[in-house]
């Protein structure tokens, strides 16, 4: 499996969706070691956008989960409080990333930011299924 492909075949999805809605978003995706893959920033997508994608696809690419699933974890007292405080601040339990997977082995990371928490959601959400 080419990452880098995959990325770019993602990233079309994902900007499909967002046109769908007319949101534009900011898409990244991270491989396993926090490297960066691949960014896209749709037009009139807020500058912000693009810092907070890559903290979303970082943060699932290196911990596995749907940043979404980890805001109950990062709560004070839960098992997770301490992680959005470690690597200068780079992880985020903000929803709209994802971990990316084939052959039930995690590869990746995608974030998607632009529009709300919730619209971020559900736009990575159709480009994935």
Not at 90 to 96: E, F, L, N, P, S
């Amino acid at each position: 499996m080419d990452i880098l492909t995959t990325a770019k075949l993602l990233a079309e999805r994902v900007e499909a969706e967002a046109a769908k809605v007319r949101i534009p978003v900011s898409v990244c995706v991270v491989d396993i070691h926090g490297n960066l893959v691949l960014q896209h920033r749709m037009n009139d997508a807020p500058a912000f956008s693009m810092e907070i994608s890559e903290r979303k696809a970082y943060t699932s690419a290196l911990v596995g989960v749907r940043t979404a699933d980890l805001l109950p974890l990062v709560q004070p007292g839960q098992s997770l409080f301490a992680l959005l405080t470690m690597a200068g601040g780079r992880y985020t339990a903000m929803g709209g990333g994802a971990p990316l997977k084939h052959e039930g082995r995690l590869f990746a990371g995608v974030g998607v930011s632009g529009g709300t928490v919730e619209q971020d959601i559900a736009i990575v959400d159709a480009a994935l299924s």
